[in-house]
């Protein structure tokens, strides 16, 4: 398993970017496919975006795959979701876990770090 800690969240208005970084520690990391997720209170989990272990295929949601990237760097054990033009719709809080495959982007493993705020400001 990867234990895992969100950062790069904050404060943004509409049109702004943020790139949030997931820093990962454990030695299977390069095992595991890697997706970004959101989720506000009350609300149910949402998949944004999902990378292969190799970071040589990527998949977006439909809602960001126009402003998004997702990539990674095994040699530093993270993965990043870059984020432009951002909108409102886009706050809530960011997290990021592992995928047995950047397909499977419904079932992440139960391994979830404390995510980081992302607030877009009109």
């Known amino acids: 398993q990867v234990q895992l800690a969100e950062s790069g969240g904050g404060l943004v208005q509409a049109g702004g970017s943020l790139r949030l970084s997931c820093a990962a520690s454990g030695r299977t990391f390069r095992s595991y496919a890697m997706g970004w997720f959101r989720q506000a209170p009350g609300k149910e989990r949402e998949f944004v975006a999902a990378i292969s272990r190799s970071g040589s295929t990527t998949t977006y949601a439909d809602s960001v795959k126009d402003r998004f990237t997702i990539s990674r760097d095994n040699a530093e054990n993270s993965v990043y979701l870059q984020m432009n033009s951002l909108e409102p719709e886009d706050t809530t809080v960011y997290y990021c876990?592992?995928?047995?495959?950047?397909?499977?982007?419904?079932?992440?493993?139960?391994?979830w770090g404390q995510g980081t705020q992302v607030t877009v400001s009109t």
């Open positions: 876990n592992a995928l047995p495959s950047y397909i499977t982007t419904m079932s992440p493993y139960d391994n």
